[in-house]
């Protein structure tokens, strides 16, 4: 399965020239639409604690300020037993998935840009 997911984020990595923000964001919005998820007054931080315990079966994040950490993750687990970095085009395209979620559960943009990828992640995540 990590193959698989690896080259299909590589494969939308080659086709977009890099630029895969739209594609996860959009398809985080559709996600959320989806989600068996209600957020009374959503806030940042009700949007990603709600979505760690949807989450929670490969997952383990949570805000901290304005910062998003990632203790455990599943796509480090995958690139660990692909003798890969963490960061590349696969966990490019999930953190932009991840931001359109969110996006989608609060009506409002979200962004992530990673400060520091490896045993834990950390993202300055805001929302506009």
Do not use: W
Not at 25 to 42: Q, S
Not at 71 to 92: A, T
Not at 100 to 110: E, K, S, T
Request: glycine fraction near 8%; aromatic fraction near 8%.
């Amino acid at each position: 399965m990590a193959f698989l997911l690896d080259a299909f984020a590589s494969t939308i990595d080659n086709i977009m020239g890099g630029n895969t923000a739209p594609v996860g964001r959009i398809a985080g919005r559709d996600t959320a639409k989806k989600l068996p998820l209600e957020i009374p007054e959503p806030t940042l931080e009700k949007v990603i604690e709600a979505l760690s315990r949807q989450m929670q079966a490969g997952f383990e994040f949570s805000l901290e300020e304005d910062r998003l950490l990632f203790d455990r993750c599943i796509l480090r687990e995958m690139c660990r037993l692909r003798k890969q970095e963490p960061g590349e085009s696969l966990c490019r395209l999930f953190h932009y998935y991840l931001d359109g979620i969110a996006n989608g559960l609060l009506c409002r943009p979200v962004k992530s840009v990673p400060e520091s990828v490896g045993e834990r992640c950390v993202f300055k995540t805001t929302a506009q």
